[in-house]
């Protein structure tokens, strides 16, 4: 079972919002609720941003939300700020075998 | 406040035996699954293992069954990442995280691993 797909690269200017896809299948994405996204700046440990498909942790902005429709689960980053320049990785349940798999990341660039 | 705390950078050579550590603090630690996550120079995210301190289950991924070892000491209330003879391949960035139901809420600093003869 292959890394779950993400764009490599994504962009906006301040104020905008951008979406981040994270494709799958009916094994892992598709298949389960335990859908969650992660928000990583250089040298850094990576922070939970989305859990279970569409809930925020405590402290998370509420610019930042999550969806899923059949295999592929988005990241949307509403009202772009500087400090949202990083990485996102989506990861997802993915069975018994496999466990846990991880998108290959998204930089996200803020013009 | 929950912490997870790990073991400092290492430089091995390879074939060397290597175990780092991640240290929990703010919870009672058998109460959650702890993961392993690998990130090599420039590279994503990947899941490595998982271990249940309230019963030791552990669990690998496909890619590190056979490569790694995962254990815990409750007593000290810490999780442990081990290999038994390092790759220069094995160099990168190891983060434990606690695993609340498949989301990773609260990750350890990283412990950066250089192999290198």
């Known amino acids: 079972q292959s890394a779950l797909t993400q764009p490599p690269s994504a962009s906006g200017s301040p104020g905008q919002s951008v979406t981040i896809s994270c494709t799958g299948s009916?094994?892992?994405?598709?298949?389960?609720?335990?859908v969650s996204w992660y928000q990583q700046h250089p040298g850094k440990a990576p922070k939970l941003l989305i859990y279970e498909v569409t809930k925020r942790p405590s402290g998370v902005p509420d610019r930042f939300s999550g969806s899923k429709s059949g295999n592929t689960a988005t990241l949307t980053v509403s009202g772009l700020q500087a400090e949202d320049e990083a990485d996102y990785y989506c990861?997802?349940?993915?069975?018994?075998?496999?466990?846990?798999?991880f998108g290959g990341g998204t930089r996200l660039t803020v013009l | 406040e929950v912490q997870l705390l790990q073991s400092g950078p290492e430089v091995k050579k390879p074939g060397e035996s290597l175990k780092i550590s991640c240290k929990i603090s703010g919870y009672p630690f058998e109460d959650y699954g702890i993961v392993w996550v690998r990130q090599l120079p420039g590279k994503g995210l990947e899941w490595m293992a998982i271990i249940y301190p309230a019963d030791s289950d552990i669990r690998y991924g496909p890619s590190f069954r056979g490569q790694v070892t995962v254990s815990d000491d409750k007593s000290l209330s810490t999780a442990y990442l081990q290999w038994s003879s390092l790759k220069a391949s094995d160099s990168g960035t190891y983060y434990c995280a606690r695993d609340d139901t498949s989301a990773f809420d609260v990750w350890g600093q990283g412990t950066v691993v250089t192999v290198s003869s």
């Open positions: 990861s997802s349940y993915a069975g018994s075998d496999f466990f846990e798999l």
């Open positions: 009916g094994d892992d994405v598709g298949g389960y609720t335990s």
